[in-house]
């Protein structure tokens, strides 16, 4: 039997199941399910069981350090971006360093409060 809601105990993710392969159908929601069957659960016990089980599964991923793209080393602004950012942010870094700036640029790819993260610059050896 087919258990989607069953964690691997060391990643804490759970079976992809292939849509439409038979005997994988399973319930999909956005309601809270109670950890293993996958049934609805109202239980507080086992909501906080389930926000703590998820949040263990993002600290046990590990997030590299953020490169800093200082080519001069000798940056006093560091233009800070996320998500869909990068292109314009890319775009500006480079028209103002064309104009003599000497500006440095940084790109998250994860955010998550709960993780200390560190940036490391290129070009450099200094740690922003």
């Known amino acids: 039997m087919f258990w989607p809601y069953k964690r691997d105990p060391k990643t804490l993710a759970r079976p992809w199941a292939i849509p439409g ?3 994988l159908e399973h319930r999909i929601g956005g309601i ?3 950890d293993g069957t996958g049934n609805i659960s109202y239980d ?5 069981f389930m926000v703590r089980t998820r949040q263990a599964k993002i600290d046990g991923i590990d997030v590299a350090d953020i490169d800093v793209d200082d080519p001069t080393g000798r940056a006093t602004t560091l233009v ?5 950012t ?3 942010i890319t775009a500006a870094v480079r028209r103002l360093r064309a104009a003599g700036d000497t500006i440095a640029q940084a790109h998250l790819r994860h955010l998550n409060r709960s993780r200390r993260t560190s940036a490391r610059f290129s070009s450099a050896t200094t740690r922003w």
Do not use: F, M, R
């Not at 507080?44 to 906080?48: G, K």
């Not at 800070?80 to 869909?84: A, Q």
């Open 21 to 23: 392969t038979p005997g």
């Open 32 to 34: 809270e399910k109670q």
């Open 44 to 48: 507080p016990a086992n909501h906080d």
């Open 80 to 84: 800070l971006g996320w998500g869909s």
């Open 86 to 88: 990068y292109g314009p």
